[in-house]
């Protein structure tokens, strides 16, 4: 599943947790979460709540505009 944080303008730790919540769910069936796009901001909370270091959660950068 990817989920396209580029919009995103803001983001609490509450999100995190569901970002984590959502990645276990998906890894339990053999899939991976990967975000995508996240602003300089989110990708700090990213860091800081240790989402990136959860296994299968994949951090992949923005697509290059069009």
Known sequence: MVVDLAELAFADPSLMLDLAMIAR???KSG???TLRGAQPDISVLIEYV????LPGVAIAPAPAPA
């Open 25 to 27: 769910r998906l890894r």
């Open 31 to 33: 899939r991976k979460l």
């Open 50 to 53: 240790g989402l990136h270091r």
